[in-house]
């Protein structure tokens, strides 16, 4: 449910789209904006992947989201100032709306607000997400429900049982509130008992989805 103008969209629509939007494209490792810059703006990923995170006082980071194809950023909060840094996994490819012309869009194209709070409610099951997983109990149990979220989120896309991790262990780590060694032995131990395969870091096949679902509800036992 993308904001950008498809293949036979109503031309009235789409040409109030593209009149406001551009095209912006980052490598890997570059940001897009950082926490505190002053922008106002909204962003939506046309192909790759973003992670969002913000530093805490002593330095440590805290992703809070990967966005992907699709996904919407509204950068700023009220004051204008961008309330965390996105930065990309990927190559990306973003495009760029000026939030009060957007915010226009909802008035002139019919249809527009629906879209916009499907999105919306979208990020918001993200942010639910990530809250279940920061309240798993051990780290066998977050990282299998990480791999099951993000799995769901691909099966449109493909074979539910394959899944691309583009982001590093390191984020991985960050966005479930561990540490590097811990998230790292936890990938190996899982492909030791048999419920995933990992061909290379980037890319996961699940195995056994019955016992990783018990994993990740808390009812196998583990401990790491």
Known sequence: ??????????????????????????????????????????????????????????????????????????????????????????????????????????????????????????????AHDQMLLLGRKVAMEKVASFILLLAERQHADGDPDTLDVPMTRADIADYLGLTVETVSRTFTRLKRDGLIDLPNPNLVHILDRERLEDIAAGDAGYEV
């Open 1 to 126: 449910m993308m904001l950008r103008p498809m293949p036979g969209a109503d031309r009235p629509a789409a040409a109030h789209v593209s009149a406001i939007s551009s095209l912006i494209r980052k490598g890997a490792g570059e940001v897009l904006f950082a926490e505190g810059d002053a922008q106002d703006n909204v962003y939506e990923v046309v192909r790759g992947m973003l992670r969002l995170y913000k530093l805490m006082p002593d330095g440590r980071r805290q992703v809070i989201g990967f966005l992907s194809a699709g996904q919407l950023l509204m950068a700023s909060g009220p004051d204008g100032l961008c309330v965390s840094t996105a930065e990309a996994v990927t190559e990306v490819t973003v495009c760029r709306y000026p939030r009060a012309a957007f915010e226009r869009l909802i008035d002139e194209i019919p249809g527009f607000a629906r879209r916009l709070l499907a999105l919306t409610w979208q990020a918001l099951q993200i």
